[in-house]
């Protein structure tokens, strides 16, 4: 079974300040893992994902994240917050061990103060 | 090039009536899903599909139905509605389920009374 976990409900920042949503996974065999944002009542957009390579993925709107795969971890971050990054992020893992099904971590909301 | 594109985008339902919502993407994926999103609770898998006319049960399938009739195309049906299904349902697609992004569409918003 695949799992990931989303440890924080809520993260505050302010603008100008670093950013790191966390996210742990656990699955057997080599993760596919997935980061998505969701703006107000909007549908869910893909930002960025790692399949293998290196452990620092660049994605949309200067976001990346890093596989740490001895802590299980896929946590993104930002150097700059801004305000519009204010969201909901979702972690997602995917195809691991040949399953259809991805799973979705209960989502962090981001919310960076002026 | 729309995308994934649901149909309606709000309802209110009263218990016990049925609806059908559509889902339909442009991009020839084979893959399509159905999602519904409940506060803390993330997105939880309803049903999906492989391919034209195959559909497969997710992590709650419960109360709802499915057809794959077309692959550009993937319908959710509530054949008797529940206050329990109140929520806010996504549809997505990808090309593949493997190691490929997923398109969603903007959500429907439904409420049964």
């Known amino acids: 079974a695949q799992s990931v976990a989303q440890p924080e409900d809520q993260v505050n920042v302010a603008e100008g300040n670093p950013l790191t949503v966390k996210c742990t996974y656990s699955v057997s065999g080599n993760p596919y893992l997935f980061w998505y944002v969701q703006y107000p009542n909007r549908g869910l957009q893909f930002l960025l994902k790692y399949i293998t390579g290196d452990n620092l993925v660049k994605g949309s709107y200067g976001f990346e994240a890093e596989f740490n795969k001895s802590q299980t971890s896929f946590h993104l971050k930002k150097p700059s917050a801004l305000v519009s990054d204010s969201a909901l992020y979702f972690c997602?893992?995917?195809?691991?061990?040949?399953?259809?099904?991805?799973?979705f971590g209960r989502g962090t909301s981001l919310i960076v103060h002026p | 090039n729309a995308g994934v594109t649901q149909t309606p985008k709000f309802r209110v339902l009263k218990t016990g009536q049925s609806m059908t919502l559509l889902c339909a993407q442009d991009?020839?994926?084979?893959?399509m899903y159905w999602y519904r999103q409940d506060p803390g609770m993330g997105l939880r898998l309803i049903h999906y599909s492989v391919g034209e006319g195959t559909t497969a049960k997710g992590e709650v399938p419960d109360g709802y139905n499915v057809s794959r009739l077309k692959k550009q195309n993937f319908l959710l049906g509530l054949e008797s509605a529940a206050p329990s299904q109140t929520s806010v349902y996504f549809c997505a697609s990808s090309y593949s389920s493997v190691n490929t992004e997923a398109f969603f569409g903007q959500g429907t918003r439904l409420t049964v009374v």
């Open positions: 991009m020839n994926h084979e893959y």
């Open positions: 997602v893992i995917d195809g691991a061990g040949g399953s259809y099904i991805p799973t």
